[in-house]
């Protein structure tokens, strides 16, 4: 990370994924892209701690709902659920 918080090119970043539809257009989804500083954080810790941060996102997107989730490696982490 730089001094301003930037990630930098050394920096493991980890993603959590989230399907994500609307609640009064459910054939309306897509994919939401939350990224993190990955240190020493695995994808099964992300995973453990993602609820609260569903939570969280909910919180400020109250027409959608969370149908899934799942945590990747930034790049590997594909586009699809």
Sequence with gaps: MT???????????IELILSVCMITQP???????????????????????AQPQVA?????HPRWQVRRWRCGMVGDAGHEI
């Design 56 to 60: 969280e996102w909910l919180t400020t």
């Design 3 to 13: 001094a301003g918080g930037q990630p930098t090119e050394d920096d493991h970043m």
């Design 27 to 49: 054939q309306s989804c897509r994919n939401v892209h939350l990224t993190y500083a990955a240190d020493r954080l695995t994808a099964n810790q992300c995973m453990m701690a």
